[in-house]
């Protein structure tokens, strides 16, 4: 197990954080000092790679590529005429023009570290673009982990406060997955989410209800007769089921949301939800409505190309809706209520969900 901080060692730590993140073997190459009072606006590739094309159209002339987790500047917002109509954001970018469909818009964002947390964890969100988690091994010491990454607006637990393998202060993380699957990140890439953030919306509106419309990819939220938000999603891909897999449909019919969690693990065949099947650990704001396939409404960090299926079966939305719509179903979740791992997750009978094609 690493070195966890005295109170001596965390003022010790946490005065020459900025300092130690400096160094881009462990980080990833955004130390603070460069970006502190840079308001930025940032995109990172979401797909192994993108095509910069000369005119903000998909059948114009690609004139390079950019490939995952590069990171680009965004200079302008484009949506011309021509769409593709479903998602018709472009970037204008250094070279050219990108879709929007694989780029995140991300910003960097660090956070003081906080020394003492509740009982059952803090949770968390990711503000910088990404963020390399670390394993701990008593033999083996600090490694990187091999799976995955950590990305912008994923959340995670925070449980822990150590010495990082750069000398500075590093959170613990324990994955939703197990109470013994812990990696390890430096503690300014994370957010603390105050409870406030975290408040039920309008909470004594008995009649709400969900409509999700796989034909055009929308999703809308009632109280009554009203509509409070009406987005598009990114429904299931559909296609040849393979043996042993579950369906990459989207499921029809009624449903109600029966759990739901602010983190969630997804992917390497675990309630997949990607196209590549890559591990996805932090998923935001999930709300399961259907449990034999593990069927759920979801934040999704790995694309942004809402309007157009996309998933393997759950409903994606922006991470910023998904958040909304957390706050406003049922069951209720009190994050003050919190006490360990098992309160991380709330279950009930809970808001009706109807989905539907026209």
């Known amino acids: ?54 005119a903000p159209k998909l059948n114009a002339s690609t ?11 965004i200079y302008r917002r484009i949506t011309p005429v021509d769409g593709p109509a479903y998602n018709p954001l472009w970037y204008r970018v250094w070279g050219g023009y990108v879709h929007s469909a694989f780029v995140q818009e991300v910003q960097v964002r660090f956070n003081e570290v906080q020394e003492t947390f509740p009982a059952g964890g803090q949770l968390t969100e990711l503000s910088v673009p990404f963020s390399q988690p670390y394993n701990f091994d008593r033999y083996e ?19 822990g406060l150590v010495e ?9 993380l324990t994955d939703e997955l197990s109470d013994t699957f812990k990696y390890y990140v430096p503690a300014q890439h994370l957010r603390p989410i105050p409870p406030e953030e975290l408040a039920p919306i309008n909470p004594d509106s008995a009649d709400k209800r969900i409509q999700i419309d796989l034909t055009w990819q929308t999703l809308t939220a009632y109280e009554g007769d009203q ?23 989207t499921p029809l019919g009624d449903f109600n949301i029966q759990a739901k969690t602010a983190s969630k693990h997804m992917g390497a065949s675990r309630l997949t939800d990607t196209l590549g099947d890559r591990a996805l650990p932090g998923v935001p704001w999930t709300m399961f409505f259907e449990a034999v396939g593990g069927y759920a409404i979801h934040g999704a960090y790995w694309h942004n190309n ?23 179903i049922t069951p209720d979740w009190d994050i003050n209520a919190v006490e360990s791992s098992a309160d991380w997750e709330a279950r009930g009978f809970g808001t009706p969900v109807r989905i539907i094609k026209t």
């Not at 004139?63 to 500047?73: C, I, P, Q, S």
């Not at 010491?141 to 449980?159: A, D």
Request: aromatic share 14%; charged share 20%.
């Open 1 to 54: 197990m690493p070195h966890r901080l005295s109170r001596r060692e965390f003022l010790k730590v946490s005065s020459a954080a900025a300092g130690a993140l400096a160094g881009v073997a462990f980080t990833g190459d955004f130390p603070p000092e460069q970006y502190e009072d840079q308001p930025l606006r940032m995109g990172r590739v979401a797909y192994d790679s993108i095509s910069v094309f000369d």
């Open 63 to 73: 004139v390079g590529y950019r490939f995952r987790d590069e990171l680009m500047n």
């Open 141 to 159: 010491g600090w490694t990187p982990h091999s799976e995955f990454r950590l990305y912008y607006g994923s959340t995670h637990w925070v449980t």
């Open 164 to 172: 990082g393998p750069d000398g500075g202060a590093w959170y613990q």
């Open 227 to 249: 509509a409070v938000l009406r987005t598009q999603i990114s429904g299931g891909v559909g296609g040849p089921v393979p043996a042993g897999s579950l369906s990459a449909d």
């Open 306 to 328: 809402f309007g157009w299926p996309m998933s393997r079966g759950c409903v994606n939305m922006r991470s910023d809706e998904a958040k909304w719509l957390f706050r406003w």
